[in-house]
């Protein structure tokens, strides 16, 4: 009889080439690495789905921002009347609101402990967005843009007065800049006018006020359901 060959020994299978295999042919290890990376790419492309809606909403921000700025300038140009401006506004985001809180169920009443704190936020935000109006109608667009960027400034100012926190030495080195920034960018501005500067400045008390009085909302009531949302 004729010897038998010995047969060669069988050579492991790559990462690549069990990645064609079916199942069935797999060893237990590299069925286990398959799940895993079929569980890794499932993780990948739901954080993906979840980043496209954030992404959209930030474009549609920026870009209902521009238009209600070039619109309210456009507004002050034709008839300065900020609080009429004002005043339709409000309209507007009041049936909005009223809206969608009808679509979602939502019915949050202004009558619990919280309502002195939503009070404040609604005088604050009411204040800032009525200040800037008046900006817009004694200065230009990008002036009033420019001293709005020192935002950070007075909202850390007030967490400190109103919360008493504080800031790491770092934080306060980054507002440097913006400081520096909106002077140079103000001084050199043909449109510059003291009072604007002053107005625009208030406003940014009041923007600064909603934003720490948020804080203070989310942080003393949170089982309020207005503190659930924003």
Known sequence: TRASRPTAPSRPI???????LPMAELSPKQKMRRQVNAIRMIHRMEKAARRVPVLLLVAVWYGASCFAIT?????????AAPFTLCLCQFLVATLVSRVTMGLNGDTPSPRGQE?????????????????????????????????????PITTVLL???????TETAFSYVCLLPIVGGVALASMGDMSFSALAFAVVQVSNLGFSGRAVFVKQLKSGHKAAASAKGD
Request: charged share 10%; net charge neutral.
């Open 14 to 20: 790559s990462s690549g080439a069990a990645a064609s």
């Open 71 to 79: 619109t309210s300038k456009m507004a002050m140009q034709i008839f």
């Open 159 to 165: 967490a400190f007065v109103l919360l008493g926190e």
């Open 115 to 151: 309502s002195p704190v939503l009070w404040k936020i609604a005088a604050s935000y009411t204040m800032g967005f009525m200040l800037t109006n008046v900006a817009f109608s004694i200065s230009s667009a990008p002036f009033v843009e420019t001293i709005k960027s020192s935002e």
